[in-house]
């Protein structure tokens, strides 16, 4: 089992990297955010799950451990493959998830391309107990800035079609560099997010 890679990044598609590693590419399949900043030329650790098939084997791979186990918990579930698993890691952050699943909302997971209404709510179900709790809030909190306008601001964002997950780190990492006026303006404060997105739209906008 191939657990992680750490390697130079020779290229990076919208949801996948081809990573160097000891003169041999591996190419693997990794969330929208992990394919959007990576950089040809730079090092990149993935940790992966190496799926077995009688015909392929295929890796993909995630930022952090945690993000890792989940995939795998979603792998249990009744009609989950690991290219649905990956669109629900790619729309949505793991506390997102989590917050769903304890309010046994299948909601987050029908927006998700390639999974249906009967699958989500299984989704919803089935991984009752067995994610750790969400934090207090799915949004990620940003000194300084207030929460009810990074939620609207990250909600802005993904009604115009970006993932959710995508949205919430977006105006994160946007509220951290804006000024005290902007930061909290929801106008201000998605003006600056959407100047940020807008090059890497066309790639980051896909679901």
């Known amino acids: 089992m191939i657990s992680s890679l750490r390697g130079v990044v020779l290229h990076a598609g919208s949801d996948s990297v081809i990573l160097e590693v000891g003169g041999v590419g591996f190419s693997v399949a990794v969330p929208v955010d992990v394919a959007r900043t990576a950089r040809a030329g730079e090092e990149l650790l993935l940790h992966t799950h190496l799926v077995v098939r009688e015909d392929a084997?295929?890796?993909?791979?995630?930022?952090?451990?945690?993000?890792?186990?989940?995939?795998?918990?979603?792998?249990?579930?009744?009609?989950?493959?690991?290219?649905?698993?990956?669109?629900?890691?790619?729309?949505?952050?793991?506390?997102?998830?989590?917050?769903?699943?304890?309010?046994?909302?299948?909601k987050p997971f029908r927006k998700v391309s390639g999974i249906g209404p009967k699958t989500a709510k299984l989704i919803a179900v089935q991984l009752q107990g067995r994610l750790a709790p969400p934090a207090p809030s799915a949004a990620r909190a940003v000194?300084?800035?207030?929460?009810?306008?990074?939620?609207?601001?990250?909600?802005?964002?993904?009604?115009?079609?970006?993932?959710?997950?995508?949205?919430?780190?977006?105006?994160?990492?946007?509220?951290?560099?804006?000024?005290?006026?902007?930061?909290?303006?929801?106008?201000?404060?998605?003006?600056?997010?959407?100047?940020?997105?807008?090059?890497?739209?066309?790639?980051?906008?896909?679901?």
């Open 57 to 106: 084997l295929s890796l993909f791979g995630f930022a952090s451990r945690d993000e890792l186990d989940v995939f795998g918990v979603l792998l249990g579930v009744s009609g989950v493959g690991p290219k649905s698993a990956l669109g629900v890691l790619s729309s949505l952050t793991i506390d997102q998830i989590a917050q769903a699943v304890a309010d046994e909302d299948d």
């Open 143 to 207: 000194p300084g800035a207030a929460p009810d306008v990074v939620a609207q601001v990250a909600q802005a964002v993904a009604g115009l079609g970006w993932p959710e997950r995508v949205a919430a780190e977006a105006v994160a990492a946007a509220a951290e560099n804006a000024s005290d006026a902007d930061r909290s303006s929801v106008q201000g404060l998605l003006r600056l997010t959407l100047a940020a997105l807008g090059p890497a739209l066309g790639g980051g906008a896909r679901v």
